[in-house]
Structures are given as C-alpha cells and as structure tokens.
C-alpha cells in the first residue's frame, strides 16, 4: 500500500536549505526616518507651554552664544588647525575645558536638556578614543560637553558655520573632506596618532577593553563596540550607510517607493562583492519590472510579464529562489541577491551553448523562430503572440533569426533567462529520475537524500 501511495505522488523538486540568516531582511525597516506619534494631549500640552517657553529659551540662548563666540575667538587666536597640529595647553586648554564647557552646558539647559551620565570616566591613557552614537542629529555635542570637549572628527564645511564654526575650531577636530580623494586615509592616520599620544591629545569616555581577536581584526572590534553600544541605547543594529541613502534617492527617482534602496549596501557589497555602480544600475533593472508595482515588490505575475512568459513551474521556481522570505513577492534586495549568486554564475558561455543547442534543432548555427516557438511552447506553454514579442527582441538585427552572438548579447543584459533553463534542465532531470525508479522505496530515499544534498551545497556555496 505505501508503494503505491508513494508510485502514485506527482514527482516534487527537493527544495534548497533556507539561505543565510546574514543575508535575511534586517530587523529595522528604515532606519533613517523617526516615526513619532503624539498624544492629542501631548500636542496640546507642547503648544501652551511652547507659547510662554520658547520666546525665553530663545532669549537665554542668543545670551549665552552673545558670551560664547568671543570667548571661542580667543580661544582659537591664530591656533593652526592644520599641519602639525598640538593639543592647547596653558591657558587656551583651562578656557576650553572649563569656561566653553560650562558654557555649553548652559546653552543645552537653555534648550531644556537635563543630562544624566552613566558610568565612570577613566583616564585619556586607558580609553583615548570615544564612539558617539546613532550620530544622527546635531545634539551629539551634549557628549563633547560632558566628556570634556574631545577633539572631534568632523566635515570640513563645519567650520564655515556662522557662530558654530567658531565652536568647532576650539575641538581641534580631526577634518574629513569627502572632496578629497587621500581625506580618508589622513583622518585614519590622525586619529591613530592621536590616540597613540599616551594622554597627550584629551579623552573620551569610559572603555570597552579589547580582547585578542578584537586587536587582530579591526572589523570585529569595531562591530563588537557598536553592538555594546546598541545594546546600552536598546535599538537594534544595522549596516545602512550613506549610500543606501543614495540608493533611496534613486529609488524615489525611479518611481519606487524610497524604502526600495534600503538593502543594507555595505553588507550585500562586502558578501556579493558588489560596487555602487552595479546595484545602481540593478536598481533601474529592478524598477523597469516594478513598474506596475505601486508598492514596489514583484509577484509572479509581473516577473512572468516583464519576462514575456506564462507562469510555469520553471518560472515559480525560479520566482521561489528569488523570494528568499516566502512571502510570495521579490523586493529589491532579493532581487539583488538573486541575480549576483543564482542568475549571473548560470549564465556561463557552456550554459549558454547548451540552451542554444536546444533551440537550434538542426544544427545549423541559428535559431528560427519556428524552432524557438516549438520549444518555448513545449517547455513552458508559451503563447505565439507572447514568443513573437521575445524573439524580436532577441532578434537584434531583425533578420528572421537568432545567432549565437545575439542570443549571447542578450542574456548578458537579461541574466534571469540563463537560470530559467537550467531550473528547465534540473527539473525535466529530476522527473527522469523519478519516472526511472517508480516504487523502489530504498533508491527513492536515497535520490531524495542525494538530490537534496547536492541542491544544499549548492545553496550553501551560492550563499
């Protein structure tokens, strides 16, 4: 009865193991937009209180700046912040750590920021190098305060600020210049330098002591101390940068929603080896399918349409292994992911000389469009009307057929097509194993568990 049963059961692909959990969704959806909710009464409380408070907030401030900016000019009296660089000393160091200091405090006060520090401040010779985090507004001076006012990394058009600018110079801060190709590597240095002064240079505050794995690889160091830092605040961890800011513009451009360009760039490029220029382009590609996507997820039907084929199962499970979550939809990290390590290492000039093969069924170096409809229908159901859309647009010189060179130029700019048929191959494969074998319960298990090992490794070395 169980061979029968199991005779009887339509022939399944075995499925790859789940991918990377480094590689899913990150736990915070965009983690450069704050969505605050107000209460009616709070939004009520704001405004009366507003009403009376910021007309003499405002007053206090312009006083307390009206004492500032002076006393940061003499500070900062013809002190080079450029080439070799001292930290003040003398007079200079007592104005700024004591008068700018308490100065600032007041300023915050003003503002209405009541400061509450946790932890112990240990000596610049222990922990010279102090971590601000998120790093998303300007109040990140509220720590410069507190710590003793540190030297500070900082843009370099911060020192043009009106007023501001003058506060910055009394930091010494260690300048970045994104126009500057060598600004990277000189800020590095300048801050190795400066903490490797033995107290020279004032501290920052209190330490996460490296162990020995940290000091052999900087990367973990610094991953490590974000996360101590995550887990203090009680926010999660992610690795958006600045460019996936740049990708969100782009996305908005393109007409996607802006949340699209969210893909974690730094750890998708560092894993995939990816460059700027190719997830940008990979973006428009993905943006050209999503285009009937208001909310900018593929589903099947729309990555069958932009593919020009009916839903078949190459075609849903080639969708499946770009759906990584099983959601049912393609986003565009997905996508990104699944053409790098599924579509683009199919398409081989052996893969492609095979699927040429296929099609020229008389051999004679160039496919009709007979032989390409009479594949493409047996294999997956394709419609004449939706055939003659694809082979024209293969058929780059109009001339009836298709060449190797042209089919070659075309799966080059469209890598999907080059997986389709070995997901095609694998499957016509695995059902004429299946058809070999009916019944034999000791050799299906053992191509089950043959088939499934293959397809994992094979997940796992794409991964």
């Not at 349409?305 to 849903?316: A, D, M, T, Y």
Request: aromatic residues 10%; charged residues 25%.
């Amino acid at each position: 009865c169980f061979f029968s049963h199991r005779t009887a059961m339509p022939p399944q692909r075995v499925f790859a193991l789940p991918r990377q959990q480094s590689l899913l969704l990150p736990a915070v959806i965009n983690p450069f937009v704050q969505d605050t909710k107000l209460t009616k009464a709070t939004v009520i409380k704001c405004v009366l209180l507003g009403i009376f408070l910021v007309p003499i907030r405002a007053i206090l401030m312009s006083l307390v700046l009206m004492v500032t900016w002076p006393v940061a000019v003499i500070i900062t009296f013809k002190h080079p912040l450029k080439g070799a660089v001292e930290p003040m000393t003398g007079w200079r160091r007592f104005m700024c750590r004591n008068v700018m200091a308490a100065l600032g405090r007041a300023y915050y006060f003003c503002m209405g920021f009541r400061v509450v520090v946790k932890g112990k401040q240990v000596s610049s010779s222990e922990a010279p190098i102090l971590a601000v985090a998120p790093h998303s507004t300007f109040f990140d001076g509220i720590v410069c305060i507190v710590a003793g006012l540190p030297s500070t990394v900082s843009r370099v058009e911060n020192l043009a600020t009106p007023i501001f600018g003058r506060f910055v110079r009394c930091l010494q801060p260690v300048l970045v210049s994104r126009k500057d190709p060598d600004s990277r590597k000189n800020t590095i240095q300048e801050i190795d330098s400066r903490a490797k002064s033995g107290g020279h240079w004032p501290q920052f505050l209190p330490p996460y002591i490296p162990t020995e794995e940290d000091k052999k690889t900087p990367a973990l160091f610094a991953s490590r101390v974000r996360g101590t830092m995550a887990r203090a605040l009680g926010v999660p961890v992610t690795d958006h940068t600045y460019e996936d800011c740049r990708l969100m513009i782009s996305a908005g451009e393109l007409t996607l929603p802006m949340e699209a360009g969210l893909v974690e760039f730094t750890k998708i490029s560092r894993k995939l080896n990816l460059k700027w220029d190719n997830v940008k382009k990979e973006l428009e590609g993905f943006a050209a399918m999503a285009s009937s996507c208001k909310g900018g997820r593929i589903t099947i039907d729309e990555f069958a349409r932009f593919l020009k084929l009916p839903v078949s199962p190459p075609l849903e499970e080639l969708f499946s292994l770009f759906d990584r979550d099983g959601d049912g939809t393609i986003d565009f990290r997905e996508y990104v992911i699944g053409v790098t390590i599924l579509c683009r290492p199919a398409n081989t000039e052996d893969v492609l000389r095979l699927a040429f093969k296929l099609f020229d069924t008389d051999e004679d170096q160039r496919i009709t469009r007979e032989e390409f409809t009479a594949l493409l229908r047996s294999a997956l159901g394709v419609s004449d009307l939706n055939m003659a859309k694809l082979f024209k647009e293969i058929d780059a010189d109009s001339s009836g057929f298709i060449t190797f060179n042209e089919f070659q130029a075309f799966a080059t700019t469209h890598p999907e097509y080059a997986k389709l048929f070995t997901t095609y191959l694998e499957l016509q494969r695995y059902q004429a194993i299946q058809e070999a074998r009916p019944g034999d319960l000791e050799l299906s298990g053992q191509s089950s568990s043959g088939d499934k090992q293959e397809d994992s490794a094979s997940d796992k070395k794409d991964d």
